[in-house]
């Protein structure tokens, strides 16, 4: 492993350059955009992306190259409420179920639901979607951007 991994450029101004090295000035930075999401996603995906894709607009952190990773957040996401949707369906038995041999093992939908909430976490702190992530930065001279009636960084 090579260390942290690197940050855009106007991420290290908002957070201060705590190493003090030099911002390469050629560093190359997508224009932010907001972009549709995918047709293929999910509904629940689809409210998910129109839930976070305007804030993390706000933050600069969206441009038309982040499109793949933002649905695959937003697809764990689904998937993580869908596998959760069928526990709760289930009795309060439904964490683990007989196997053919008349063994308890753990429901499927556990496995699945744990995998997704990986993914969407891992996906979410890429775009500082998590509290760690979101503590690392702090306002940027001049203030935020008023999304809507919700104020953001």
Known sequence: MRGRKPLPNHLKLVQGNRGKR???????????????????????????????????????????????ALAAYCQAYATWKHAHEA??????????????????????LLGIANAAAASMVRYASEFALTPVARARLSAPPGGGKNVGDKYFL
């Open 87 to 108: 526990l709760n369906t289930l009795s309060h038995k439904g964490l683990m179920i007989r196997s053919a041999k008349n063994n308890l093992i753990q429901n499927p």
């Open 22 to 68: 030099p911002i390469k000035a050629e560093q190359v930075e997508a224009s932010p955009a907001m972009p549709l999401p995918p047709a293929f996603l999910c509904d629940d995906a689809k409210q998910e992306w129109e839930r976070v894709a305007p804030m993390l607009y706000a933050l600069r952190l969206l441009s038309e190259l982040d499109v793949a």
